[in-house]
Structures are given as structure tokens and as C-alpha cells.
């Protein structure tokens, strides 16, 4: 096999730009460092691409922004003419207030933000296996449509999602809840043309009348027993985050794509089914349909600390907590065709998530965030959101600075200091400060 024809040195390497490799290269590039990001596919995102119109939930614990890189994020959007994104109630029991945002327009600012940072980001770019020097990562191969490249970086973020680099790295993990068995991969679209207040008033956000019957006609998938269906950020749209497939591993590229097909058909299904039997929608056609499945659970990395539910029930603040978090268990279908949104915590309280949760026993140079934290199956359901995962993100960023400033590793970051710098660069309810209660 020839050798990479293009050999690049970096402070920093962080492999999958999702809302999490998003914060983690912003954070290391305005931290002075150099940073490349390697992203598959063909726009930063993750969640946000795969799903345009996911909203931001699990941002405003007790009615409060977690701050950091997301509050800028959010409050640059929603300061735009006209605004770009708006806070409101969510619909569901237990889930505090969510971001509803333009989809373009927050990609655009994404990729605005890392180009003013300094961070140069290859798309459609897949990261290979890491050659190990002892317990460090000496270099990753990387491959795009002009062929190999070699990164020599100094520390490395594993922010894909699937933890492919970290578990070629030797990094132990378990697969979903450790019996195999992963949340359900889901494709969403949007209805536009629609009558949203008729939509609406019926105040159901699962619509399980409608689904029922269209279970029972034989129009539906059993499984579709409940129809998730959110007012959109524009007028006349509604966002629909119904179609979910159980039983996919999302490590399996074959087993996504029949998913992403199954998914399709679905989909077609349920916007046919809502133009002609739901009211509201009968001058409303399908749009943006994802371009694939979004993929809620695959690998969890081991790391120094796991975040347990029993941590989760106590309302914990760990003193090296980087984010603040209230979400419910939001369990998707595991291994049943159920979905569970248990409230996590008491009524005006959350937890945080400690760095350790971050960071692998041994491997120096490594650290990794989003999806990827270390949790058991029931703590995961419930850090699993994209603020919290963008807010990891900036955590390891931020880290990185700290460890090549101090030539240590990742193991030796002291987690209390961490949380002190990111309680000074906003992100709020860490490092000895509480949320207030909602006014």
C-alpha cells in the first residue's frame, strides 16, 4: 500500500463534526491552537443534518441556558434580522423549553464561526485507524476523493458518534445498553402548507387517535403508534419526527442504509396518510425529508468515571461538572416499541456531567465527546441532548489548551480548573454556581 501523499501536523484533530466536534474545534482554536476538523459528510451538523429541524432541547435547565459556545450560538441566531431562531415550550411532559431554529441558517453561522476561528474543516473525509505510538495516538490516516492524507496531531477528539478512532485505539466500550440491544434510528421530514393551528388543537402532540386508526386501515407501521408532530420554525410547517426503526446497528454502514430505506417508504407513508385523513394538512405536501437516519445510540466509550442514574436521580454537581442537565430519560424504543420520558431529576433540580466522563483510562492524548460519553443505559438516555453534547464538546477543546499548556495528559487535566475556565468563557450552572429559578 503507498504511503499518504499529504502529511499534516496539528495541535489539535478532532474526528466528526456534529454539535459536539463543532464546540470542541471552535473552543480549541479560540484557545490559540491549531485545529483540523474531518467530518463524513458533506456539512457539519450531525443530528442537525441527518434530521434539518431537530430542535435544540435540554439547552435551558430550569428555564436557564446552559451558556457557552450554545448561548452564543442560540442568541447570535435569534439576534439576526429576521431572527434565526426562537425558545418555546416543548409540547412533551418533562422536557423543559427548546430551540426551534432556521436549519440553513444555523449551519451557515456553524461553519461562519470555525472559518473566524482559524479552523480548516475537510468534508467528506473518513478518518481511518490510528497508528499508536506506546499509549499515545501518533497519527491518523484519513481519506477523500484525492486519496489518503496523514494527520500527526498532538491530542485527538473523537466526536464521531460511532467511536470508530477510539475503539480501533484499544479505547473498551460496550454497544447500546451492553446486551446489544440501541435505541431506535429515526428520519424525519417537514409538512409545509399547513393549517398549524388546526393541526394543533387537539392537543395531542402524539396524535395517537389518528395513528391508531391509521394502524388499524393498514396505512401505518405498528410502530407508529405515535405520531411526534411539532409546530416548525417557519409558518405553515410542521416538523415531524415520527418515523422510527427499531432493532439497527448503527455501527453496520449495510444495516443504515436498509434503515435509511425502510425509513424513506415510512415516511411517504405517514405524509400521505396526514395530507388525507389528519386535519390541517390537506394542502400540505412533504419537504425535507433527511438525507438519512439519525442515529441516537451505537458505541459508549469506557472512560475514567461512568455517570450512573443512580448520579442522575441525586441531582449530583460534580465538582469537574462541565454542563448542567435536567432532561428526562428519553428512552427510544431499546427493546420494545415503546417510548419512555421519565423525569430524571426532582421538580427544580439538575445534575452535571463530569469531565472524567470524557476521558479514556489511558490512551494520553485522547479525548472524546457528545454521544460518546461515558454512561450507563439510563443516565445516557438522558445526556444525550445536542446542547449537552455541544457543551462536551467545548469542555475537551478547552481541555486541550490546558494540557498542551501544561505538556500532560489528557488524565492529568485538572477537572476543577477546567470547570472554573469554561464557568469564565459562560457556560452557566458549573463550578460552584447554580441556575436560579426560572423568573
Known amino acids: 500500500m503507498a504511503e499518504p501523499s499529504r502529511d499534516i501536523e ?3 484533530l478532532v474526528v466528526g463534526g456534529g454539535t459536539a466536534g463543532f464546540a470542541a474545534s471552535l473552543a480549541a482554536a479560540r484557545a490559540g491552537l491549531s485545529v483540523r476538523l474531518v ?9 442537525m443534518a441527518a434530521c434539518p429541524g431537530m430542535p435544540w432541547g435540554g439547552g435551558y435547565p430550569l428555564g436557564h441556558s446552559i451558556g457557552g459556545i450554545f448561548g452564543e450560538l442560540t442568541d447570535r ?3 439576526a434580522t429576521p431572527p434565526a431562531a426562537e425558545v418555546r415550550p416543548c409540547a412533551l411532559e418533562n422536557f423543559g423549553p427548546e430551540v426551534q431554529y432556521d436549519h440553513e441558517a444555523a449551519t451557515l453561522l456553524m461553519f461562519e464561526m470555525l472559518d473566524e476561528a482559524g479552523v480548516i474543516v475537510h468534508l467528506n473525509t473518513i478518518s481511518g485507524a490510528p497508528q499508536m505510538v506506546g499509549r499515545r495516538i501518533g497519527a491518523v490516516t484519513a481519506y477523500d476523493r484525492l486519496g489518503p492524507m496523514r494527520f500527526r496531531p498532538r491530542i485527538v477528539i473523537d466526536c464521531s458518534g460511532d467511536g470508530d478512532l477510539s475503539a480501533r485505539a484499544g479505547v ?14 429515526s428520519l424525519t421530514f417537514h409538512m409545509v402548507g399547513a393549517d398549524t393551528d388546526r393541526v394543533l388543537a387537539a392537543g395531542d402532540p ?5 395513528a391508531a386508526r391509521g394502524i388499524a386501515e393498514g396505512r401505518l407501521h405498528p410502530d407508529l403508534h405515535k405520531l411526534y408532530l411539532m409546530r416548525g420554525f417557519h409558518p405553515g410547517t410542521v416538523f415531524c419526527n415520527t418515523v422510527t426503526i427499531r432493532g439497527v446497528d448503527g455501527t453496520d454502514p449495510a444495516a443504515v442504509a436498509r434503515a435509511t430505506q425502510e425509513g424513506r417508504r415510512r415516511c411517504h407513508e405517514v405524509a400521505i396518510f396526514l395530507a388525507d385523513a389528519v386535519p ?3 394542502n400540505a405536501r412533504m419537504w425535507g425529508l433527511g438525507p438519512t437516519v439519525g442515529v441516537r445510540e451505537t458505541r459508549r466509550l469506557q472512560a475514567i468515571y461512568r455517570i450512573t442514574s443512580d448520579d442522575i436521580a441525586r441531582a449530583v454537581m460534580f465538582k469537574d461538572g462541565i454542563v448542567a442537565c435536567d432532561n428526562p430519560i428519553d428512552d427510544v424504543m431499546r427493546d420494545s416499541n415503546e417510548m419512555t420520558h421519565e423525569a430524571a431529576v426532582g421538580h427544580g433540580e439538575y445534575y452535571t ?6 476521558v479514556p483510562d489511558e490512551i494520553e492524548n485522547l479525548m472524546f465527546a457528545g454521544r460518546l460519553v461515558c454512561a450507563d443505559p439510563v443516565a445516557f438516555a438522558s445526556v444525550r441532548g445536542m446542547p449537552q453534547c455541544m457543551a462536551m464538546g467545548q469542555a475537551t477543546g478547552v481541555a486541550a489548551a490546558m494540557a498542551l499548556a ?12 477546567l470547570a472554573g475556565e469554561l464557568a469564565r468563557r459562560g457556560v452557566a450552572g458549573i463550578a460552584g454556581h447554580k441556575l436560579g429559578q426560572p423568573a
Open 10 to 12: 496539528t495541535d489539535v
Open 406 to 417: 501544561e505538556a500532560a495528559r489528557v488524565q492529568n487535566v485538572d477537572g476543577v480548573a
Open 172 to 185: 473498551p466500550h460496550t454497544l447500546g445498553d451492553g446486551k446489544g440491544n440501541m435505541m431506535a434510528v
Open 39 to 47: 467530518e463524513a459528510g458533506p456539512k457539519i451538523g450531525g443530528v
Open 353 to 358: 456531567i463530569p469531565f472524567r466522563c470524557l
Open 280 to 282: 390541517g394538512f390537506q
Open 206 to 210: 402524539y396524535f395517537r387517535a389518528d
Open 77 to 79: 441566531l435569534s439576534a
